[in-house]
């Protein structure tokens, strides 16, 4: 009989926990989808060209191991360059870590827009950008400045055709 009392006494506090948390995804829910902009209005807006100022003060903070050449100057392979070595491992994961972050991010917007009807000819540049930070990420492991810098201003164009041909298309913003 005991086994039975505490059961019945259990019960209201494990129906109260399912209505509040019933209650609680409920409200998160509603005010999830409260939102008046469609996600491919924020990412044409607004994240698109923050992801590009991004990439561009990425580009300043690999000065210190990867100085650019002066405009039109070329750079002679016999020239030395920044090396991996030069780059600190602290600095390498930090470098590793900007990137998942960024990754997760562009991730996470690709995957909204699936959702919304974007044509899909639009997505193919948002989708390279996640590959390229793929490919940067592999680059910030070995320390390679230069490749690095490079890949980041490839990826600054690839974002900034991505909002032409997303946003343009699907939108009607530039």
């Not at 005991?2 to 509040?20: C, D, E, H, N, Q």
């Not at 019933?22 to 992801?51: D, H, K, T, W, Y």
């Not at 930090?94 to 909204?112: A, F, M, R, V, Y």
């Not at 055709?161 to 343009?168: G, H, M, N």
């Amino acid at each position: 009989m005991g086994g039975v009392m505490i059961y019945s006494a259990a019960t209201p506090v494990l129906r109260f926990t399912k209505v509040f948390f019933s209650r609680c995804a409920l409200f998160i829910f509603l005010v999830g989808m409260g939102s008046c902009r469609s996600p491919l209005a924020e990412i044409c807006s607004n994240e698109l060209p923050q992801f590009s100022k991004q990439m561009e003060a990425a580009v300043l903070a690999l000065g210190p191991w990867y100085s650019l050449p002066a405009s039109g100057e070329r750079r002679l392979a016999s020239e030395g360059v920044s090396s991996a070595s030069e780059m600190l491992e602290k600095d390498r994961q930090s470098w590793i870590h900007w990137t998942e972050k960024n990754l997760k991010e562009i991730q996470g917007h690709l995957d909204g827009l699936e959702q919304e009807e974007v044509e899909r000819n639009s997505l193919k540049e948002f989708a390279s950008i996640a590959n390229e930070l793929v490919i940067f990420h592999g680059y910030a492991q070995l320390g390679d400045a230069e490749r690095m810098v490079g890949l980041l201003k490839q990826i600054q164009q690839t974002a900034l055709k991505a909002q032409r041909e997303l946003c343009s298309k699907n939108s009607g913003t530039p």
